[in-house]
């Protein structure tokens, strides 16, 4: 009895039940309950223990998190920025807000009649809340008005995936019921329409989405509790098929002789790997065919495959994306690439970026290899090992040296060219340049044109940089590498490429063929925190987690596995005529309940069993039992833009569209009338002092003038002094004050008041030509009456000229500018030009006689 009570000691948790039920059985009947009263104490103290740790460590998360958001919005309010998630809750608050909601909500149920809800299943709860606060008086009986007021909400909960952005299919459905009950208590109607009738898919993807969403646990998550998974398909009698493939495993690996040598490359032999290449055979023949009959004939489209008509939708971004581009541009199948790309992963920008660390570090030798290497300058492998192989010095010193070879002597008088200009450009300007100069040329020749986006994204990027920090070439590669830009791209649907996308990014899409090859694979990583109700909860480690821990943990794998289905079903229903289904494993078998099983469980006794050669010519392939749903063509095949397009492409070109076209007329430079121009000095003297801060007051006092008409009186000087102390402004109190009596003085003059009267315009866009001369500029203030126009111009400087003869020429020339365009505009009125003088403040007119010499 002594063993088993040292061991009781040492074991935990469920551990001791058992422990003390054995020990029963050797001892008196009497310990027993003695025993399991321990050790259900032990394991409630040590739930508690748990509970604590988890605290505990919420605790200090929570601690990290709100220091973090705070500075994250210093840094937004600092530069005067907004993400997405603050307008949503920016617009929440406002309505929620007891002194602003009315008055908005007043001005907001004065133009609303109808709200329209689109993709209502991804919509959170947060902006369910802004939906429901704007709806509100449509249901609190009859108004002012008779029109009735609708909500009307799009949304299908089988294609809720988007719950990393807070949406789920529950809140949708609680949302109707919520719109259900509203209507009823206001007596009015409340329909919900069933969309089940499908215009994209032929009835054979239909019929195999019905048959996989019926069964247990694909429907789990999908369909709603009593209800089917139905369509009802728009195409009757157009030919479809659903192929299921066999799985790809991992092959034995081939013997290799002893002491051989690593001279053959050898393509990789991983399951995923072989399936992208035959995946891309399979493409490249079905994009061959020519006549009916033919695998690659769309019976239901009358018409040959194209590889455009291809859709291979993923659920993660993994190698395989790469494997699958590489095979189709190998085989000279036309691909779009993936959807998004990691700007710094691509070839193109890792030898813009390596050139720009060669131009840092010439003695950089791996660097300076890359870029001999590179399209930039080309060199092959025997130059470059004749280069560095047996140097006393730094490779850069070598290739100086090296002025017999031709290609050596370009190479470095190129390097040379760009090593003397980057102390002096901006990055922009020396990338741009060095494109310009056949460098974008070299690239795309040797990467291909896909390379071409990536450049382009990689320039954006140095001109955004140089917008805001100091333009220099180390802080521009550092702040690139260290970002990992993502660059989203666009699959256009007219485009003749095979498209490769994730299912979250293929959503609202459709192809004709839609190809499913990861399906073996199931969400394996569990998210950090938990949310029971409305708390978080972050357990430090897994066995720190108590007992509202591990159910929270269970509710999340459950919605994570529902969700998993859910995309499924978005995959599924992306095909318009076809489906194959296909994937890879590894050692172990899949999942009983990943995408491949369930399709095939759907499947297996509705689906003709086949057999599935993939092997054909290739050494990748493999060959096994599939399924195979089909419908053969019973009716008229259905026409599209592709068929035509075909059509047209295959007749000669004109001539008109091989002749070079000729050269774009070249127009006059627009004359911006408040810039200086000739006479005038194009910049102001460093040492003169002031300029900044008298062009920054100019701006704020411009700003003002333009926004605050716009306000009640009475709350003008609460916004412009809330305007005024913004942090990105930078200005100290005293100047804020000035700044505000200034401005305020000026709307408070009753002299101006017909300049501010409700109609004028404030920043009026001006354009158009006058003589020879084409004129773009913007006017401070324009009023326009029935008989006059008047132009006024907002001016800050500081004495005013005491007379309109003393005014600058820079600033004659440009009111004499607006005011030949707007005589143009308004041939039937008069056309009177002034100056508005802030200080003072006092308007200046300025006499036709003064302006007449200054016409353009």
Same mark, same amino acid.
């Given at each position: ?49 748990? #509970?604590?740790?988890?605290?505990? *460590?919420?605790?200090?998360?929570? !601690? ?128 919900? !329409? ?7 898919? +032929? ?69 995923? #790997? ?24 769309? $019976? ?8 455009? $008509? ?83 010095? +730094? ?7 090296? #002025?017999?070879? %031709? ?41 291909? %044109? ?29 702040? =690139? ?20 996308? +994730? ?15 990861? +399906? ?54 992306? *095909? ?15 999942? *009983? ?26 050494? $990748? ?7 195979? =749903? ?32 000729? %050269? ?17 000095? @194009? ?16 701006? !704020? ?84 009456? $029935?008989?006059?126009? =008047? ?17 600058? @020429? ?24 002034? =100056?508005?003088?802030?200080?003072? %403040? ?15």
């Amino acid at each position: 009895m002594a063993a088993y009570a040292e061991a009781f000691l040492t074991q935990k948790g469920e551990a001791r039940k058992t422990l003390a039920t054995k020990a029963v059985k050797e001892a008196h009947p009497g310990v027993e309950e003695v025993l399991l009263r321990e050790a259900e104490r032990l394991i409630a103290v040590e739930e508690q223990l748990r #509970a604590v740790r988890v605290a505990a *460590a919420t605790g200090a998360l929570l !601690v990290f998190a709100d220091a973090l958001f705070d500075a994250y919005d210093q840094r937004k309010s600092a530069r005067a920025r907004l993400d997405y998630d603050d307008l949503i809750q920016g617009a929440l608050g406002l309505l929620r807000s007891p002194g602003a909601a009315p008055w908005v909500l007043y001005k907001l149920d004065g133009g609303i009649d109808h709200i329209l809800v689109d993709e209502a299943q991804d919509t959170n709860p947060a902006q369910w809340e802004v939906v429901r606060i704007l709806s509100e008086e449509f249901f609190a009986g009859e108004g002012a008005r008779e029109r009735a007021r609708t909500v009307f909400a799009v949304g299908d909960a089988k294609q809720s995936i988007f719950s990393f952005q807070g949406a789920d299919p529950e809140g949708f459905a609680e949302m109707r019921r919520y719109f259900a009950q509203r209507v009823a208590e206001a007596e009015a109607g409340f329909e919900t !329409v069933a969309l089940d009738r499908s215009f994209r898919s +032929t009835d054979a993807v239909l019929d195999a989405v019905d048959l996989v969403f019926a069964l247990e646990p694909a429907r789990d998550g999908v369909a709603e509790p009593g209800q089917e998974v139905r369509h009802i398909a728009h195409r009757i009698g157009q030919a479809g098929m659903v192929e299921v493939w066999p799985l790809i495993g991992p092959r034995e690996a081939e013997e290799q002789a002893p002491w051989s040598l690593p001279t053959a490359l050898r393509p990789g032999d991983a399951p995923a #790997a072989r399936l992208a290449r035959v995946i891309a055979d399979r493409i490249a023949d079905w994009t061959k065919a020519e006549k009916p009959g033919e695998e690659g004939w769309l $019976d239901s489209r009358d018409r040959a495959m194209a590889p455009g $008509d291809v859709m291979v939708l993923v659920r993660r971004r993994t190698a395989f994306v790469e494997e699958l581009v590489r095979a189709l541009k190998d085989r000279e199948v036309p691909v779009a690439g993936v959807d998004r790309m990691i700007l710094t992963n691509q070839l193109a920008v890792l030898d813009l970026v390596a050139l720009g660390r060669f131009l840092l570090l010439p003695e950089d030798d791996l660097t300076l290899a890359t870029v001999l290497k590179s399209p930039f300058i080309g060199l092959d492998e025997d130059t470059l090992f004749r280069l560095a192989h047996g140097r006393s010095g +730094t490779l850069w010193a070598a290739l100086r040296a090296a #002025a017999a070879d %031709p290609a050596v002597a370009a190479a470095r008088d190129k390097l040379e060219a760009l090593l003397s200009v980057v102390d002096f450009e901006r990055p922009y300007e020396l990338y741009a340049g060095l494109l310009a100069r056949g460098g974008r040329r070299a690239l795309l020749h040797r990467l291909g %044109p896909d390379a071409a986006e990536p450049v382009d994204e990689f320039l954006a990027l140095a001109l955004e940089h140089e917008q805001g920090e100091a333009p220099s070439l180390e802080g521009f590669l550092h702040w =690139l590498v260290a970002g990992e830009t993502e660059v989203k791209r666009e699959s256009e649907q007219g485009g003749d490429a095979v498209r490769i996308m +994730t299912v979250h990014g293929a959503k609202g899409l459709q192809a004709p063929v839609v190809m499913l090859p990861d +399906t073996t694979t199931k969400p394996i990583l569990d998210d950090a925190l938990l949310w029971p109700g409305d708390i978080v909860l972050w357990p430090p480690k897994r066995a720190a987690e108590e007992t509202v821990c591990r159910a929270a943990r269970t509710e999340a794998r459950a919605a994570r596995d529902r969700e998993y289905r859910r995309l499924l079903y978005v995959a599924m229903t992306r *095909a318009e005529d076809r489906l194959y289904v296909c994937g890879s494993h590894g050692k172990t078998a899949p999942p *009983a309940d990943c995408w491949y099983e369930l399709i095939r469980s759907g499947l297996n006794e509705h689906a003709e069993a086949v057999h599935i050669d993939l092997a054909r010519d290739s050494g $990748d392939g493999w060959a096994g039992h599939g399924l195979r =749903l089909a419908r053969k063509q019973r009716g008229a095949a259905k026409t599209d833009d592709r068929a035509g397009l075909a059509r047209v492409e295959a007749e000669p070109l004109p001539e008109w569209a091989t002749r070079p076209p000729l %050269p774009e007329p070249t127009p006059p430079r627009p004359l911006a009338p408040s810039r200086p121009s000739e006479g005038d000095p @194009p910049v102001f003297s460093p040492l003169a002092g002031g300029d900044e801060a008298r062009f920054r007051r100019g701006l !704020v006092v411009h700003a003002l003038l333009q926004h605050l008409p716009e306000l009640d009186p009475a709350r003008r000087a609460a916004a412009c002094a809330a305007y005024l102390a913004r942090p990105v402004l930078d200005l100290d109190p005293e100047t804020q004050a000035a700044l505000a009596r200034e401005v305020l003085a000026v709307l408070e003059a009753p002299e101006f008041a017909a300049l501010f009267a409700p109609g004028s315009r404030a920043e009026a866009a001006l354009a158009g030509k006058v003589g020879g001369s084409v004129i773009s500029g913007q006017v401070d203030r324009l009023a326009v009456t $029935d008989d006059a126009v =008047l132009i006024v111009d907002y001016k800050t400087n500081r004495p005013p000229p005491a007379t309109a003869e003393g005014v600058a @020429p820079l600033y004659l020339r440009q009111m004499a500018s607006y005011r030949a365009l707007l005589q143009r505009i308004y041939p039937d009125r008069t056309v009177r030009c002034a =100056l508005l003088w802030t200080d003072g %403040p006092h308007l200046m007119a300025l006499p036709d006689p003064l302006l007449d010499p200054w016409m353009p």
